[in-house]
């Protein structure tokens, strides 16, 4: 069941085949912003909202390939965005950093599914390059034999390859606005996604290369506070209304193949 009863709130998630509850109620709007009984309630809030905008940014980020996952992305990425604000060891809470590029690795082979994985659909294991200097990545895919190498979970007949190059700008809190805002706001949570054709999933796919490289002005705008990411993901499609291949919502699948 879904809805209200009695000051109780019932909802589902996707992903989850359980029902939530909550109660309704509590403190009032002004008691919230004014008593100092909530002052470090507020101060946590700051940091919330903090952590909630930069689970946003990386999901975009990963240049729609959330679009992919079978679960709901955002809480992890927000709890990593706490994860990060509390390696600020300096400043007050309410007013600490949150700076990916204090742990670079905390993204890399981060699974969008937990059904079926990436590495469990694509069972060949691609070879990247990304340099972050030049905003480019090239990934080597080698030779997929369908039957073997591609677990096509709801027998499609099509299948894609996408890459993704995407940047995450460091964040510290404005005293002017009390939220977070990025330090490179050209690159907090800018992507450019590099698509195949649309492939038999009965065939024999020679091993090949996916470059993807962002603009002249993007690697301009790049400092020592921007984290870079390389996705991937394999996507599967149907027969669409006019004899062409679509894509079919969730089926597929992604993984954070590096972060520097």
Not at 177 to 198: C, R
Not at 225 to 252: H, I
Request: proline share 5%.
């Amino acid at each position: 069941m879904t809805g209200g009863i009695k000051g109780v709130s019932f909802y589902s998630l996707r992903g989850n085949d359980k029902v939530f509850m909550r109660t309704k109620g509590g403190p009032s709007k002004e008691q919230m912003t004014k008593s100092p009984k909530f002052e470090k309630f507020r101060k946590s809030q700051i940091e919330f909202g903090g952590s909630a905008r930069f689970g946003s940014y990386a999901r975009d980020a990963f240049g729609g390939l959330h679009r992919l996952a079978d679960h709901n992305l955002t809480p992890e990425l927000n709890k990593l965005g706490r994860s990060l604000i509390k390696l600020d060891i300096v400043n007050p809470v309410g007013t600490r950093d949150l700076r990916m590029t204090s742990y670079k690795p905390a993204l890399e082979g981060f699974n969008f599914n937990r059904n079926f994985p990436f590495n469990t659909v694509l069972r060949v294991s691609p070879q990247w390059e990304l340099d972050r200097n030049t905003l480019q990545a090239t990934v080597t895919i080698p030779r997929i034999n369908t039957d073997i190498d591609l677990l096509n979970i709801q027998k499609l007949p099509f299948f894609r390859l996408i890459i993704v190059l995407g940047t995450i700008s460091d964040m510290v809190c404005s005293p002017v606005v009390d939220k977070y805002v990025p330090l490179v706001a050209k690159l907090h949570g800018a992507s450019l996604p590099v698509t195949s054709e649309w492939y038999s999933t009965q065939t024999i796919l020679a091993g090949h290369t996916m470059t993807v490289q962002m603009s002249a002005s993007q690697i301009a705008a790049l400092t020592d506070d921007v984290t870079v990411l390389l996705s991937m993901a394999v996507e599967f499609g149907n027969v669409g209304f006019t004899g062409e291949p679509v894509e079919v919502k969730y089926a597929g699948c992604g993984k954070v193949l590096a972060s520097l």
